[in-house]
C-alpha cells in the first residue's frame, strides 16, 4: 500500500490492517555510471518495498532521497545535504509518521552511504521519549549465499550486476547499456597504503572509484532483475512480519524512557 494513492478513509484502515507499521525506503540521487539514472538506489529499494508489500501489508512512504553522499558532490546530478538538515527531516518525518497512528516505523536502505547515517539516527531516537518505535533494515537483498546463484561478477559495488539488472526488470526504459565504461568501473587503489593497514580517511570511496562507477554490470539481465526482486521481497516480508509481531522493543523502551526521567530512582 502506497501512502500517497490511499484516501483518508483508506489510510485509517490501512493503519489497522498493518499493526501500524509503515516502512520508509530510503534512496538518494547519485550517478551510477553512464548507463543507470540518478535515482537508482531509490527506484529499486521502493520497487523492492512494493514487492514485499504484496507479501505482507505494510503502508509505504512515499519517495525518501534524503540521506548522505557528500562523496558523489563532483559529479552532475547529486544532491547532498548538511547532516543537521537531514537527520532534523528524517526526524520531523518519524514524528508525523507517528502522528498519524503508525507506531512502528521501518527504516529500509537502498543505499550504501547510509550505512552509518540511519543508524546512528535510530541510536539518536533514545534521547527523548516517543510513542513509536524504529526498525533499521540494511539493503535486504544482499544475501551472500543467494546472491552467488544469481550473480556472475565477483565485484559489484555500485552501479554492477546486481543494480543494473534490478533496473532491467523495474524500469528498463531507464537503463542505457551501451554507455557503459567498463574501464571506470575498476579500484584506483590510490589509497592501498593505508588500506591494507586499516586506516579510514573519508576520501576512499574517491580514491578508488572518481568516476562514481564500480563493477561490471554487461552480464546484468532482467531475468537476474526478477530473482533478484524475489529473493529480496521474500526476505524483506519475513522481517515486516516479524517486526509487526513484536511487542518486546515498545515495552522495553518505554520501560527505558521512564527510567531515564530519574536515573537515580533506579539505584
Known sequence: MLWEELTAAEFKEAVAKTAETCMIPMGIMEKHGDHLPLGTDLINIRALAVAASSLEDVVIFPPF??????????????????????????RTVCHEIA?????KIILVNGHGGNTF???FFTQMNLDLPK??????????????????????????????EIETSMMLKVRPDLVKLDRVKLTEGVPQKRLAHLWEQGIYTAIWWYADYPYHFAGDPIRATPEKGA?????GAAHLAKLIKTI???????????????????????I
Open 65 to 90: 532521497y534524503f540521506g548522505q553522499i557528500c562523496e558523489a558532490q563532483h559529479v552532475p546530478g547529486t544532491l547532498s545535504f548538511d547532516a543537521q538538515f537531514l537527520l532534523n527531516t528524517l
Open 99 to 103: 502522528r498519524n497512528g503508525f507506531k
Open 117 to 119: 547515517l540511519i543508524p
Open 131 to 160: 510513542d513509536y518505535v524504529l526498525y533499521f533494515l540494511d539493503i535486504p537483498w544482499r544475501n551472500p549465499e543467494e546472491l552467488e546463484k544469481i550473480i556472475e561478477t565477483k565485484t559489484d559495488e555500485h552501479g554492477g
Open 227 to 231: 530473482k533478484l526482486l524475489d529473493l
Open 244 to 266: 509487526k509481531q513484536d511487542t518486546v522493543t515498545a515495552q522495553l523502551q518505554q520501560e527505558f524512557f521512564q527510567r531515564a526521567l530519574d536515573p537515580l530512582s533506579g
